[in-house]
T-cell receptor, first 113, second 109 residues
Framework: NAGVMQNPRHLVRRRGQEARLRCSPM?????VYWYRQLPEEGLKFMVYLQKENIIDESGMPKERFSAEFPKEGPSILRIQQVVRGDSAAYFCASSPDRVGEQYFGPGTRLTVT | GQQVMQIPQYQHVQEGEDFTTYCNSS?????IQWYKQRPGGHPVFLIQLVKSGEVKKQKRLTFQFGEAKKNSSLHITATQTTDVGTYFC?????????FGPGTRLSVLP
């Protein structure tokens, strides 16, 4: 059973471009969380999705950020018109239910130049 | 809103010494999870505690959940260099989890 997959692992974007981060949860997991982590800091919750539904997006900026988890395919975190402050590691985690342990992917390191 | 704090922020120990990190929440938690993140890696789930006063052990690691379900601790006995990393607690808040800032452990051989 493959673990949580994220791609790309590293992404470099110029200011104003779009960043698209993908997360494939573990097989059988329908719950996906996205977190952002700055160097030497903790994990900041962004959004929680369950197949085709956004359950909680309270941690995600209202502008430029969006997330989806379609019926088929990976979950996608989309950042439009990136700015330098968006540079961070973005982790997704999947879970078999809404209260269980979370299995994290390797993360996408986004650098905005 | 709910806050989850951890102390200490950093801990340096000599190999073989014990280590404890503490997690405190401003509100009662329905459950608490602990994760370990190695430098450059991703968080890895260690354990989940649900019951008031619960104590769980994993080899040299002992996890406790406070009676009031507002605090938790992780204790490592006789640390080894493989214990190096940042230990995070995460408390459930509504539909999602709030992570503490982590305790970074370094172990000197």
């Amino acid at each position: 059973n493959a673990g949580v997959m994220q791609n790309p692992r590293h992404l470099v974007r110029r200011r104003g471009q779009e960043a698209r981060l993908r997360c494939s949860p573990m097989k059988g997991h329908s719950h996906v969380y996205w977190y952002r982590q700055l160097p030497e800091e903790g994990l900041k919750f962004m959004v929680y999705l369950q197949k085709e539904n956004i359950i909680d997006e309270s941690g995600m900026p209202k502008e430029r950020f969006s997330a989806e988890f379609p019926k088929e395919g990976p979950s996608i975190l989309r950042i439009q018109q990136v700015v330098r402050g968006d540079s961070a590691a973005y982790f997704c985690a999947s879970s078999p239910d809404r209260v269980g342990e979370q299995y994290f992917g390797p993360g996408t390191r986004l650098t905005v130049t | 809103g709910q806050q989850v704090m951890q102390i200490p922020q950093y801990q340096h120990v000599q190999e073989g010494e014990d280590f404890t990190t503490y997690c405190n929440s401003s509100t009662t938690l329905s459950n608490i999870q602990w994760y370990k993140q190695r430098p450059g890696g991703h968080p890895v789930f260690l354990i989940q505690l649900v019951k008031s006063g619960e104590v769980k052990k994993q080899k040299r690691l002992t996890f406790q959940f406070g009676e009031a379900k507002k605090n938790s601790s992780l204790h490592i006995t006789a640390t080894q260099t493989t214990d190096v990393g940042t230990y995070f607690c995460a408390g459930r808040k509504g539909q999602n989890f709030v992570f503490g800032p982590g305790t970074r452990l370094s172990v000197l051989p």
